[in-house]
Nanobody, 120 residues
Framework: QVHLVESGGDSVQAGGSLSLSCRAS????????MDWYRQAPGKQRELVAA???????EYGNSVRGRFTISRDSAMNPVYLHMNSLKPEDTAAYYC??????????????WGQGTQVTVSS
């Protein structure tokens, strides 16, 4: 089995910065992609940032230019660096990872989430 653990969530003031990390553990052969999503109360989960082992990154429109996803060649851990935070960035942030296990099975797993609260 593969497990993801997010960390780094906190309460910050608007304009501040925060970095989240997502670390995978278990019988991992390779991680192909790791994404960050967020979900605010009463809203749908939305893609924040995505990264692939091939070097492709993409960002949601609302965070482009403020957030950066970074990772090493093993894609573990993956970080989300958040700058110029706004109150509307307040949400639970979730990590999703996809890849292959040691026994050649495909995995697609989610972490438990970490809370980011931005006050004005």
């Amino acid at each position: 089995q593969v497990h993801l653990v997010e960390s780094g969530g906190d309460s910050v003031q608007a304009g501040g910065s925060l970095s989240l990390s997502c670390r995978a553990s278990g019988s991992i052969f390779s991680i192909v992609a790791m994404d960050w999503y967020r979900q605010a109360p009463g809203k749908q989960r939305e893609l924040v940032a995505a990264a692939t082992s091939g070097g492709i990154t993409e960002y949601g429109n609302s965070v482009r230019g403020r957030f950066t996803i970074s990772r090493d060649s093993a894609m573990n851990p993956v970080y989300l660096h958040m700058n110029s935070l706004k109150p509307e960035d307040t949400a639970a942030y979730y990590c999703n990872a996809r890849g292959y296990t040691d026994d050649d099975s495909v995995f697609d797993v989610w972490g438990q989430g970490t809370q980011v609260t931005v006050s004005s």
